[in-house]
């Protein structure tokens, strides 16, 4: 008895430990400190609970109270035990000490970090500070070259703390398709654009849902760059989501205004320019005088705003028109003129302009040669001319080629380009760092790739245009691209799986660049090669919208002839094109079944695009099809393809109720996906592993999958919120089945905040249910009914997965509320209810959820031996027994007390012997279950 007393009270201690580190993940860092600390009055020396006590602390901004909470744990430990902290203890002081907090997050975002300081746009920047506070849509306003992104990131980065989720930079520039604005979206936010643990919910809704239901629960800060050249595409997006995320707010850049309602407008003029007679102390106070003189600072070491060099400062400021992309060339060239050079090759004529011929001077503008554009338009193309006049010639070249590459500029890339021209290859890094001397690249944030400004883009490919050279160009960048798409595509399925996965994210737009002109210039194997080498990267970030339209874009490409290559891209475009609509034409259909025929004839189908193609005819319901392309993988040579044809298999099975297949299946796909190295296929296998482990009792080691599952997931990108939620049901039924009540409570608190911020009717009935049979089980039946009654009012009459899941599971709970009000009548109408929406599941696994809600209204019945036949029937159903569903295991103990341990187990026994197809008539043929 006291060994038992002892091991009572540990298990009552732990459970208040992870009670509060339950608080602690979930952002409750208050609630949680005050559990620890009554825990730790009563519990001095229990390590543990003083590490979540420091880490919740520390979290509130309490790090003197962290500390000094340390110092109580190491002088309770000496006195109480004569010992030292332990490793674990002493890390977080350590930590502490060096003012890490090692629990509160990051401020999350992507904003970039500036090389250099800012200067002038006082007044611009509290203009938007206001306009932000008050509205939820401010553009800034004004030509190429005026500073308008510098002048919102520099906004952005002084308000970010303002926003909970952060502040994300979205940059369009590189983008040339309507189409692809969300998708840049998502993968700006770092988001993704599907679900990733279960292949139905990555069937449905398009980005513009998908965006919504991401940034729905989100306060977030999103600034979309450079929106001109898409300017319809941007604001019928961001009047969507400012409609939808009530706490979503957008800066935008453009040269023309969104027009849409709400819209708050912050144009921009040329800095402040001196005044003709100014002394050199007015001089230096005018911004476009102080940003020259900081630009020319970091080159010409010593610069300075004097009686000697006011003269020719003047000149050139003036002369510039106050334009700051203008200063800041010009100041780069200091780097190799003297100050009154600069000032005098700024109002000389120039010689030429090498692409266009001869200019009368610097100020005219190049392009058409229109001298009817505002001056400053005509400043800047000037100035851009001027500079890459003073460029040597293979500068110069690399200048022109590179320009042709939207997502930047890597050596490599650089190499690629310039193939066939005199420039040396091992000189390319000094030559791009040159440019980077001159102003014309920038660092990105990716070690080793440079960006070049979209104004400075214009002008090198406009260049090339002169020269007839745009569209040899275009050809070698996309051939590198292609040729880069194709070696890291299979490294995406291996070990190398995270820096393929950087590699092609860094290369994306380039890629579609590429593959936009394998189209134009009618290459259709080409544009379906380069598609295709894209499909599985476009599956494992949900960016079904790009796999939609770019195949659609390929396959469109005259001259195509069927191949199995070709026929793989039809069938991944028509299930991405049905899953970003309204679904699949009856046109469609007959296409699938063509296909499918076509796929099955060849001997050997790509990789992973076969893979893909049996993952559409799955989500399409076509199984036979689907088993027949994965059975051949599944005993195959490729490690990773088979690992998931077992993954997809299992899927396919687990649906259909055969869990032994499954146990199968999920064991050989995890030991193909570690020995391949592919993280993404063990985060989607594990939580069918801790679906196994909690029918086997074994309920630690499911939450230890799931955790692992969400940990490995979120290297791929932030999970969606559907995702997020998907865990949370699972960590709720789990802590259920654990008797973990409070912790039960605190997950479905998160999981509503998420299901609401994603706002899905569907998903939040999910919610509501587990929490009404919760409540129905703590016999807070109230509280259960005003849960159910709301769910049931809020799902829409028609809809896909998981509308028919979630009527289900509600109908089930509904049952068990009757049932304790001992009204049958009402128990048997929820009962029907629940039969109709499972069978419209297609899902035997939710079949058996109603089964035992059958076997619960028989037994009230008094019929306790029907009872135990669908209990059998529902294990037959799910594939499994299921030890540990509290339901289950008081149904079974009272069926044996009523019948005696033979008779119930001859009753179970006959429901679980049962096929499939008899098991489903029987759970129909329950009392008015009809």
């Not at 298990?11 to 952002?27: C, F, H, I, P, Y």
């Not at 729905?216 to 001109?228: H, P, Q, T």
């Not at 399925?493 to 820096?499: A, E, I, K, S």
């Not at 509501?768 to 039946?781: C, F, H, K, N, S």
Request: hydrophobic content about 45%; some cysteine; aromatic content about 4%.
């Amino acid at each position: 008895a006291p060994a038992a007393a002892t091991r009572l009270a540990y298990t009552s201690v732990e459970a208040v430990a992870d009670l509060a580190d339950a608080e602690l993940s979930l952002g409750r860092a208050e609630a949680a400190s005050a559990r620890l600390t009554a825990l730790l009055a009563e519990q001095p020396v229990h390590e543990r609970a003083a590490a979540l006590l420091m880490d919740a602390l520390a979290a509130q901004g309490r790090q003197n109270e962290a500390l000094a909470r340390y110092e109580q744990t190491r002088q309770a430990l000496a006195d109480a035990l004569g010992t030292d902290p332990g490793s674990a203890l002493t890390e977080r002081h350590l930590r502490l000490l060096r003012a890490a907090d090692t629990v509160a997050k990051e401020q999350p975002g992507t904003l970039p970090a500036p090389l250099t300081s800012f200067v002038g746009r006082d007044d611009d920047l509290a203009r938007i500070g206001t306009l932000l506070a008050s509205g939820r849509l401010v553009t800034v306003l004004g030509p190429g070259g005026a500073g308008k992104t510098r002048l919102a990131v520099e906004a952005a980065r002084r308000h970010r703390q303002e926003y909970r989720d952060g502040a994300w930079m979205i940059d369009l520039a590189s983008l040339t398709e309507p189409a692809e604005v969300a998708a840049a979206v998502l993968a700006g936010t770092g988001l993704r654009g599907g679900a990733m643990f279960d292949a139905r919910a990555r069937a449905e809704g398009d980005e513009l849902d998908v965006l919504g239901e991401q940034l729905g629960g989100r306060e977030i800060l999103l600034l979309v760059d450079n929106c001109e050249h898409l300017i319809d595409a941007v604001a019928h997006l961001v009047a969507a989501l400012l409609s939808r995320c009530a706490r979503l707010r957008v800066l935008a850049t453009s040269r023309e205004p969104l027009a849409i309602d709400g819209e708050a407008l912050v144009p921009l003029g040329p800095l402040a320019l001196p005044g003709p007679d100014d002394g050199v102390e007015q001089t230096r106070r005018a911004a476009s005088v102080r940003l020259f003189a900081a630009r020319a600072a970091a080159v010409r070491p010593g610069f300075d705003v004097d009686a000697t060099t006011l003269p020719e400062v003047r000149r050139v400021v003036r002369g510039l028109d106050g334009l700051p992309l203008a200063l800041e060339l010009a100041a780069a060239r200091l780097r190799t003129l003297s100050l009154p050079e600069l000032a005098a090759g700024l109002a000389r004529p120039a010689a030429e302009d090498r692409s266009r011929g001869p200019v009368d001077d610097r100020f005219r503008l190049l392009a058409n040669g229109s001298r009817t554009a505002p001056p400053r338009h005509r400043t800047l193309r000037a100035v851009i001319a001027w500079s890459w006049d003073l460029l040597g010639e293979h500068e110069r070249t690399v200048a022109e080629r590179v320009s042709i590459l939207p997502g930047g500029v890597t050596v490599a890339s650089a190499a690629a380009v310039c193939a066939g021209t005199a420039v040396p290859a091992d000189e390319l890094p000094e030559l791009l760092a040159g440019l980077i001397d001159r102003s014309l690249l920038r660092l990105a944030p990716d070690p080793g790739r440079y960006r070049m400004l979209e104004t400075l883009r214009e002008y090198g490919t406009d260049r090339l245009a002169g020269t007839g050279e745009l569209g040899t160009v275009r050809d070698l960048a996309a051939g590198y691209a292609a040729e880069l798409i194709a070696r890291y595509d299979p490294q995406l399925r291996g070990p190398g799986q995270l820096t393929a996965m950087r590699v092609i994210s860094a290369e994306y737009d380039n890629a579609l660049a590429a593959l936009r002109r394998r189209c134009e210039t009618g290459d259709a194997p080409g544009a379906v090669a380069l598609a295709l080498s894209l499909t599985w990267y476009w599956q494992m970030f949900g960016r079904h919208n790009d796999a939609a339209y770019w195949l659609g874009e390929a396959l469109a490409v005259p001259g195509g002839e069927p191949t199995p290559a070709r026929d793989c891209a039809h069938a991944i475009h028509l299930v991405n094109r049905a899953g970003t609509g309204p679904g699949p034409t009856a046109g469609d259909r007959a296409q699938l079944r063509d296909l499918a025929g076509r796929l099955l004839a060849y001997p050997e189908l790509p990789c992973p695009s076969g893979a893909l193609a049996a993952l559409t005819f799955a989500l399409r319901q076509e199984e036979e099809a689907a088993l027949a392309i994965i059975e051949p993988r599944v005993g195959g040579d490729d490690v990773w393809l088979s690992g998931l044809a077992h993954m997809f298999r299992a899927e396919v099975a687990e649906n259909a109720g055969r869990l032994d297949e499954v146990r199968a299946d999920v064991r050989a796909a995890l030991a193909c996906f570690r020995q391949a190295g592919d993280r993404w296929g063990r985060a989607g296998t594990l939580p069918m592993r801790a679906q196994l482990r909690q029918y086997d009792d074994d309920l630690d080691g499911a939450l230890a999958d799931l955790r692992e599952a969400r940990s490995l997931a979120g290297e791929f990108g932030s999970l969606s919120l559907g995702d997020e939620v998907f865990i949370d049901l699972r960590w709720i039924d789990l802590y259920l089945r654990r008797g973990d009540t409070d912790l039960a409570i605190a997950t479905i608190g998160s999981a509503r905040q998420r299901a609401l911020g994603a706002n899905s009717p569907e998903t939040l009935v999910l919610v509501d249910a587990w929490e009404a049979a919760l409540r129905v089980r703590l016999g807070d039946l109230d509280r259960a009914r005003e849960l159910l009654d709301g769910a049931e009012r809020s799902l829409p009459g028609e809809s896909p997965f998981p509308g028919d899941h979630a009527r289900a599971l509600a109908g089930g709970v509904r049952v068990s509320l009757c049932l304790a009000v001992r009204d049958l009548a009402a128990a048997e109408q929820a009962l029907s209810t629940a039969c109709a929406a499972a069978l419209a599941t297609r899902d035997l696994p939710i079949l058996a959820l109603v089964a035992v809600s059958a076997a619960a209204l028989a037994e009230a019945h008094g019929r306790q031996h029907t009872a135990a036949v669908l209990l059998g029937a529902a294990s037959r159903l799910r594939g499994a027994h299921d030890r540990t569903d509290r339901q289950v295991r008081e149904l079974t103990r009272r069926g044996r007390a009523a019948l005696g341990e033979d008779a119930f187990a001859a009753a179970y026994g006959k429901g679980w012997e049962l096929d499939g197809k008899t098991a489903v008539a029987e759970v129909i043929g329950a009392p008015r279950c009809r």
